[in-house]
């Protein structure tokens, strides 16, 4: 039986079911590690530094998985 308006996961959610508009989906890895280094920066306490250091890494972690679809690799 088919599910109504079940989303494949495995599909970009900027299709035309929805989701964020295309700029706003390419620059969110770059806010991401904006983010971060600000918080690094700016504040002193240790957990509040891992938890940026980790929302930087899943920043970087975007950015490569994107930079790896896109040259086919």
């Given at each position: 039986?088919?599910?109504?308006?079940h989303?494949?996961?495995?599909?970009?959610?900027?299709?035309?079911?929805?989701?964020?508009?295309?700029?706003?989906?390419?620059?969110?890895?770059?806010?991401?590690?904006?983010?971060?280094?600000a918080?690094?920066?700016?504040?002193?306490?240790?957990?509040?530094?891992?938890?940026?250091?980790?929302?930087?890494?899943?920043?970087?972690?975007?950015?490569?998985?994107r930079?790896?679809?896109?040259?086919?690799?």
């Amino acid at each position: 039986m088919s599910r109504r308006g079940h989303i494949n996961p495995m599909v970009s959610s900027t299709d035309t079911a929805g989701g964020f508009p295309g700029p706003v989906y390419e620059a969110l890895p770059l806010v991401y590690l904006a983010v971060a280094i600000a918080l690094v920066i700016m504040v002193e306490s240790p957990l509040i530094f891992l938890s940026s250091a980790l929302f930087g890494a899943a920043g970087v972690g975007v950015l490569w998985m994107r930079l790896r679809n896109r040259r086919g690799g």
